[in-house]
Nanobody, 115 residues
Framework: QVQLVESGGGLVQPGGSLRLSCAAS????????MGWYRQPPGKQRELVAQ???????NYADSVKGRFTISRDNAKSTVYLQMSSLKPEDTAVYYC?????????WGQGSQVTVSS
């Protein structure tokens, strides 16, 4: 079993910044990729960014140049630094950690970008 606990969501004005954190615990030895997904209101969940244990990253085109994913393997924590936020970034953000037999999710963090 893996537990993912998120923190850092909230309300921010357009152009502002937020940082999300996701701490993994439990049977984490099987985790290579960790990532962030988001689900805007009334839409399907979509990939935001992923990072491997070795630091290889992958971003959705909509966030390239504005969001940065990073990872502290010693703390089993992944971060998502979000800058130049836009109203269309408003969504519930979910931490994700797939293993060989289970796809784990965090509890979700609301990010609202509004003036």
């Amino acid at each position: 079993q893996v537990q993912l606990v998120e923190s850092g969501g909230g309300l921010v004005q357009p152009g502002g910044s937020l940082r999300l954190s996701c701490a993994a615990s439990g049977s984490i030895f099987d985790i290579n990729v960790m990532g962030w997904y988001r689900q805007p209101p009334g839409k399907q969940r979509e990939l935001v960014a992923q990072i491997t244990r070795g630091g290889y990253t992958n971003y959705a085109d909509s966030v390239k140049g504005r969001f940065t994913i990073s990872r502290d393997n010693a703390k089993s924590t992944v971060y998502l630094q979000m800058s130049s936020l836009k109203p269309e970034d408003t969504a519930v953000y979910y931490c994700n950690a797939p293993t060989s037999n289970t796809n784990y999710w965090g509890q979700g963090s609301q990010v609202t970008v509004s003036s």
